[in-house]
Each structure stands twice: as C-alpha cells, then as structure tokens.
C-alpha cells in the first residue's frame, strides 16, 4: 500500500515517541506486510477520538470440535473497516516457563503471517501465546498448521484455562517442586477441559516455585500450587558473614523485617528458630548467597482467588498446608477431581469455585471434597456465636473437654 | 455404559428443542441425560456424545458470558 | 466421519518445555545454588557444577509484531545459541552462556529500543490488559497508557533504585483480564453509568433469566417496553461491573463522557514479609484523555516519588502505607480523599477502623 493511502493516526502517532517501546510502532510494522493492521490502526484512531472501543464480542467461531482457544471479535464499523471486520483472537498454549528457541519463535511468526495480522501477545494474562487478529475462514488452517507445528490452542470460556508457572528449576535455586513439569503435565492431562468447555466458569492453576509466588497464583488461580519447604533454611555462615562485612545491616534489614521475628543477629551469627518461621522468603531474598529453602520440599495448595468479577475479588486461602514433592501430581489430580465434581454439581452459571465456597462454606467443601479442617487454613477460627452444628453431633455425647 | 449413539441424539433433540429459547450448558445436557437414561449413562458417556455432536458439526459451542452448546447459524454479532 | 477429519490433529498441548531449554539450564536444572545481579536487567545464575547461566532481561510492549520477534530470534540465535524465554511481565530474556557477550547484546537491544532492566528494585514492566486494540467491554485503552506511563517511568526500569519491588498493573474494566487487584500500583479502567439499554433486539439477543441473575446487586429486573419483552435497571443498585454486558450484548456500557479510570495501591502477591493483600482505592475517578493520559500519568508518578522518598528500605508500597497510614498517605501524596474510598459493597466494615489508633 503507498504510503499516501495508510490511515491518517494523529493521536497515536504520538505514542511512537517517547524512550519506552511503542506499541503503534509494532502495529505500524506488521502493517507493512499485513494490511488488515491499517484497518486496526484507523479504527483504533478512531476509539482514540471518540474514547471509545468500537469492537463486538463473537460467541461461536472457533475451530471444528473445539469451545474454546478462540475468541471471537467483529468490528462495529465493519464498512469502514473490512479488513477487521472479522478479528478473533487465538489463544495458544505456551511451552512451560515460556522458554523458546529461535526456530520456535520463526515457525510461530510464519504461521501466523500466512493466516492472521503478525500481531502477538508474548503474552496473555493468563500465560497463553496470543495470537492477535484474524478472520473466520483462517482458523482451521492456523490451526492446522499449529498442531502440525506441535502446538495446540488455549481455553476460553466456561473451560479449563492453561496452566502457567514461574521459571522454577530451570533458573531459580528457590523453587520447592519442578513447577515446569507440574505445569506441563497438568496442560496435557486437562486438554479437553481446555477445549470443550464443561464447567460453571473458567478454571485457572498456577505454578509458583516458591512463596514469592512469581506468576501471582495466590490473586490469580482457582488452584494455586505454592512450592514451600518443611525442615529448615540451610544457612551458610560464613555467607551470612561476608553479607554483614559487605554493609548489610543484617538486624535492621533482615532480623527485624521478619515477620515472626524468628532470627537473631549477635553480629557474629545469625541464629534461626525455624519453628517459628512462616517461608516468606524475606531473608532468603536479601541473602541468596548465605541462605536457601530447605530440602524436604513440596507445595502449599491453595483454592479460590479471583478477580472482582461477579461477587467480589479474592485471595486464595489455605486448602493443604503441604504435599511432599513426591506426592504432588497424584494429590493434585485426585483433588481437582474432587473439586470439579462439586463445582460442576453445585456451581451457578459464571460462579468461580471460590465463590462457591463463599456461599456454601468452607467446611461443606472440605466436607464434599473429603478433607478435614485443619488450623493452617483459618487465619483465625471464627468470632461469631452463630455456629451451624451438624444434627447428629449434638445429638451425641458430649467430649470431654480437651479431648 | 449407554450407547453413545443414543445419548447423543437425546442430547440433539434437547439443543433443537430449545434452540433460541434457552441457552444449555454441557453441565445441563449431562445431567437431563443421566435423569433420562439412568445411572447407564456416565459424565464420560456424556462427555463422548457432547464430542461427536461437536466433530460431526451438528452442534457448535457458543459463548455469551458462558459456554453453551447449541445448533450451528449464523451469529448476530458477525458482519453481513 | 471422513478422511481428512480422521486425520485431524486435536489435544496435543504445547511442545515440551524440555526442547527448548538452554543446554547449560537442562545440565543444571533444579541445581542452582544462587544468583546475583550484574547490573540492572542482568542476572547471574550459579550451580552447584560451577556452571553459570546469564540473564538479560528487556521491556517489550507486550504487542509484538512477527517482525519484531524474529529480531528477537536474531538476537538470541547471534548472543545465546537461539535459546530466550518471556516473563510473566512480558519481558523478554536472553540467556547466555558468556558473560562476554552482554554488553554488545544490551548495546544492540537499546539500538532496537527495548530497554535492559525490570529486575529486583526497578519498577517491572506493567501488565496489562488489550483495551481499544483488541476488546470489546474495555472503559479505556490499555497499551496507550502503559506506554505514556512507561515513558515517564523509563528511568525507574532501567535502575533498580527504589525501596523495593514495585509492580504496576492495567485492567481497562472489571473482569480485569490482567488482574490487577493486588498490585502495588493499579490502573483500572471503570464504568460510571449504567448499561443503556437496547430494548428493540434484548428479547432477540439475549435470555431473560441469565441477564438477571448476572447482577451482583440483583438491580436488573423484567419489564415490557414497547409491546416488547425487555429489563429495566435499577440505577442506584448498578455499580458498573459490565457482568450484565458479558452475558447479553444488548447491555452496552461504553460511555465516552463518564468512562475513565481509577487508581488503586498497597497491593501484593509475593508472601515476603507481610502477607499478600488487595490494592485500595487511591484515586476514584481520572478522565480518558488520550492519546498520553496526562492526569493518569501525573498520579502515577507522584505516587511513585512519594514512595521513593519516604518508605524503608524492603517496604514495599502497601508496607509502607501500613506503617505511616492512610491519612498520611494522603497527606504526602496530596490526594483528596472522599467518599468514594469508604466501602459499601459485602463486608465493607472489615474495612473501618475499629480502634481508636489514630497517628496526629
């Protein structure tokens, strides 16, 4: 296309200055190959004067089989802008940790210069490849020619979403279980539940190697898989030493930021009462040359986190304090097993299975589920007399007290 | 175990029996299955005729807040 | 079934992680001693076998090109044997086997315009949402902003000199694709009107029962309007969250004079030293003023000085504010507070201030 004839973009064009990368000047480039990207340029101009978006969710394209991986997008000024009449989004699952090769990163790019805009995500909230902008008559071949390339799509809608997870032990000493191989296996064991939507509401699992929880699984998953040690921080004392020889006020900086205050600094050693010590990772953070996880390792499991969307955001709170590394992938599939069949009987239409739990209780859950309450899920037991007892235990003898 | 078969063309009959009326879940059509067909007919029954009404075209999932399943037409949302 | 359908493949999930992996990664998995930072946006991975692994981590804008990546490929095939990974907050990272190389890979990457930094005390990438380029419920843009603010905020990524982490996150509406709410810093695009409605196609588009029982305030109820089947809302239970709009299109929200955005702080997700916790409500209501959102990026930063310049070292925003309290951070940060950041949504008074611990 001459130049004369590519969209008049006042506004944005002046969001191609600045130091920080531009994403007009991403948009700009792949127009040069793709002209479908002037039509998003002209109507995004277009939202940019207005302060208005001018897109139209689709609700059934996708590819042959599947209910979810793409969502479908129209253009409401399909006359002004035919190019992006049609423009759906495809979701593509992301290799563990996000890690590529070049060749990987080449295959993906042709593919999707050959069947869409050569606009990505690198990548989506949830973790996925996002492939931006595309017609209905090119998702069969995309697809085809990413399964060939042996990849697959993500979920959408009521449906499984791809597990995602931190970069865990391929680069980090913190990481309490191999949060790649968990994340792989989960996104290859649920790949129908990503597909063919059978749920309530989307289902998000994340993986974060440690409690400074990197891919934010404790805001942001249904199921959030939380690597912790049980024994205690291995300690290098002259490590410890050469840090406060460094300048590191290891009292002020470290003894005193503990949360438990569970260490000690006599300015010769630093002593630890790991009892006391809750694996936040504060002093493993400032000291990572002199201080490490234990290694009796494995994960904390926690259920529920949200965005507000529809009653209201939530934090995940405390399901299993701690599965043996060993015992992580058999725990975990038994447990969605279990949480699915509840959800999947008991949930409403767009309710998240923490929101589920509001409503019921945590203690029918842990009931349905077929586990027992344990002082680690409840920052603290509850204050308020109003106690649901169960008809056939009051109705029983009394235990004597402090039994 | 039902036959898949014959779960499947229940479950075709109900998306066309409600098609444009009400919106069914693959939840909704597994449980008015289970009520039909009785404890023969599995989530995984289910589960495999919900696949074949999909692989063979005659159903397709929608999204408008949730997935349904229902009869393949033409989107309100798309461009003539 | 045909042929050609049988041959179809479906359900294969993503290549193996394992093919990817930097040959000094896949000797050294899950053996890593310890790691240290070279310089800003440049880590330094030890093992046990004495192996190191370097990092040099890039801000992208998220909305990368095909040409871009495959400069990206370029980059990784010349300086890391073809070997890059992405982050959570969509920056990229080379991974080199010789320290020799960095330099002239961070010089081309600042060539190319992609910033080496993002780690540890520098402000990441911000994560955030596709907005006017790509959704269709968005109350703003998102990459506009982000790049406004990332303008102004360049510095602060490319130097680690702030008290601590601090993340900043962009939803451009309450679904909050890029979940936001527990961010040290959160834009979040908002609706301020309720949904208008289109009572000629709601019966056509959408399912009565579905449409009410989306409202979380239960202020959506039938009503005919013209001869035709349809809802009325009722305005003073609406709060805006669009989960009406999600489930049935003829409830659009879009509105150019009341859309805009809020600003929200103190949130986290890392358990280091206090426990993970939801950003408040700072700022309720900053106008859409594309294309660089000047009020927006004003806030932001003013919060972002006033932090620098007053917390301790390790505290983050939200450990900051706990420490000082919210009237103080007010005061400093010079915002107005009203009466809009007083809850009164579900268990709105765990939120009060139920001691007479007041700091004059």
Partial sequence: MADDQKPKTKLLDELEKGPWPSFVKEIKQAGEKSPVCDDLLGQLELSYEEKKGHWKHGGIVGVLGYGGGVIGRYSDLPDKFPNVAHFHTMRVNQPAGWFYTSDAIRTLCDIWERHGSGLTNMHGSTGDIIFLGTKTSELEPAFKELTEAGFDLGGSGSAMRTPSCCVGPARCEWSCYDTLKTCDDLTRQYQDEMHRPPFPYKFKIKCSGCPNDCVASIARADLSIIGTWKDDIRQDDAAVAQYARAGLDIRKDVCDRCPTRCMEWDGQKLAINNRECVHCMHCINVMPKALRPGQERGATLLIGSKAPIVQGALLSSVLVPFVPENELMDTLKELIRRIWEFWDEYGNNRERVGELIQRVGMANFLDAIGLDPAPEMVAAPRDNPYIFFQKEEAAAEPEPAGA | ?80 | MSAQAAKRITDIGPPHYDKFLHPVIKKNYGKWVYHETLAPGVLCHVAESGDRIYTVRAGSPRLLSVQTLRRFADLADKYCGGHLRFTSRNNVEFLLDNKEKIEALKKELNELGFPVGGTNNAISNIVHTQGWVHCHSSATDASGIVKAVMDVLYDRFTHEDLPAKLRVALACCLNMCGAVHCSDIAILGIHRRPPKIQHDVLSKVCELPTLISSCPTGAIRTKTVDGKQSVEVVEEQCMYCGNCYTVCPAMPMNDPENDGISIWVGGKVSNARSAPKFSKLAIPYLPNNPPRWPEVVRAVVNIVDVYAKNAKKFERLGEWIDRIGWPRFFELTGIPFTRYHIDDFKHAGLSYARSAHIRF
């Fill in chain 2, 1 to 80: 175990m039902a036959d898949v078969n014959a779960v499947a063309e229940e479950m075709y009959k109900l998306v066309a029996e409600f098609f444009g009326k009400k919106n069914l879940k693959a939840g909704d059509l597994t449980k008015a299955m289970i009520e039909k067909f009785g404890a023969d007919c599995t989530k995984t029954d289910c589960k495999l005729a919900i696949r074949q009404l999909m692989e063979s075209g005659r159903c397709v999932y929608s999204y408008f807040g949730g997935s349904y399943i229902t009869l393949p037409h033409k989107e309100g949302a798309a461009p003539e």
